[in-house]
């Protein structure tokens, strides 16, 4: 299988507002695959499609640890957040090698779909919940460094700048858009 090229922060296409998926068919199942096989390789635990270039509203997620418990959510909506916060260091495939501490709600629940459309409530807390609500701002074209101040955020731009500059983090040429797929 191919992996799917991550974008990096500050490239324009992570601002995008993932649209709504439509069709649930087999292009949508290898998409996902597709998905999980990139955040698999790239050792992450969550990836948006926004990031890979792929504007629809699609995430997969994987906490565990022994990286067997796939999680797939299409248009997933959050209903509900705790009023009680809890702050994690957060990271992202798409801002390499920096971590930020980010305070998000403990617990939420979403409404998200299934490969046939078939709705799903889902309750999260700790971890889960987090990378939910990361995943889920990268479809709403808001990264984690959105969440700290301009100053650190104007920093790791700059190092992830000469990184690339350097060499130190490849430079991606873009991934094909499956608009017509999904």
């Not at 994690?88 to 390499?96: I, K, N, Q, T």
Request: aromatic residues 8%.
């Amino acid at each position: 299988m191919k992996k799917l090229e991550v974008l990096h922060f500050p490239d324009p296409r992570l601002r995008k507002i993932a649209q709504p998926v439509k069709n649930f068919d087999k292009d949508l199942k290898n998409i996902i695959d597709r998905m999980f096989f990139t955040m698999y390789e790239e050792k992450g635990i969550g990836l948006a499609a926004t990031q890979v270039n792929i504007h629809k509203r699609i995430i997969v997620i994987d906490v565990s640890e022994k990286k067997n418990e796939k999680l797939y959510l299409i248009n997933p909506e959050i209903l509900s957040l705790s009023d009680d916060k809890d702050s994690m260091e957060e990271g992202c495939l798409s801002v390499p090698g920096f971590y930020e501490s980010v305070e998000r709600p403990k617990k939420i629940k979403i409404l998200t779909y299934d490969y046939d459309g078939k709705e799903i409530e889902l309750d999260a807390y700790g971890l889960l919940s987090t990378c939910i609500q990361h995943e889920i701002d990268h479809l709403n074209g808001k990264l984690f460094v959105d969440h700290i101040s301009s100053l650190k955020r104007s920093r790791i731009e700059t190092k992830i700048k000469k990184l690339k500059k350097d060499g130190l983090i490849a430079s991606r040429k873009e991934t094909p858009n499956y608009k017509s797929a999904v």
